[in-house]
């Protein structure tokens, strides 16, 4: 735009900025609502075209999705089930997470150089002893 309208104010390239990207919208629902809006620059007309069709695709999405009670006694079951390996894969979790915290990584081949043996490190030797 600076360059094709070179000899025009920054506000006239914004607003021809603006009405050519909403014409370059395809859709025409949100080609007409932006059209409407009267953008006066290119930042708010796609700010508003991009409201709109998210706006439009949670309307469109929300109307399909019910809820749905059953009487029969598997979906409880399966619940149960879920429930129960859920609660397994936690319990695993936080135990491997405290695990982690718990040990440090470090190379089995390193020695205390205070007292030379090789299950700890100077730094660990005063909470031995």
């Known amino acids: 735009m600076s360059l ?3 000899e025009c104010p920054p506000d006239v390239r914004e607003s021809l900025a ?3 990207f909403v014409d370059a ?9 932006t059209r409407l809006m009267d953008a006066i620059d290119l930042k708010s007309a796609l700010a508003y075209s991009m409201k709109y069709e998210a706006a439009r695709t949670v309307s469109k999405t929300s109307r399909q999705v019910r809820s749905m009670e059953t009487e029969d006694h598997t979906s409880r079951e399966r619940d149960d089930k879920f429930e129960f390996f859920f609660n ?3 319990k695993l979790l ?3 997470v405290a695990g982690k915290k718990n040990t440090p990584r470090r190379n089995p081949n390193m020695t205390c150089w205070k007292c030379k043996k090789k299950e700890h490190v100077q730094r660990e030797y005063q909470t031995i002893t």
């Open 4 to 6: 094709a309208y070179a």
């Open 25 to 33: 919208i395809r859709d025409e629902d949100t080609q007409h609502s």
């Open 88 to 90: 397994s894969l936690e």
């Open 18 to 20: 603006a009405q050519y």
């Open 94 to 96: 936080n135990s491997s």
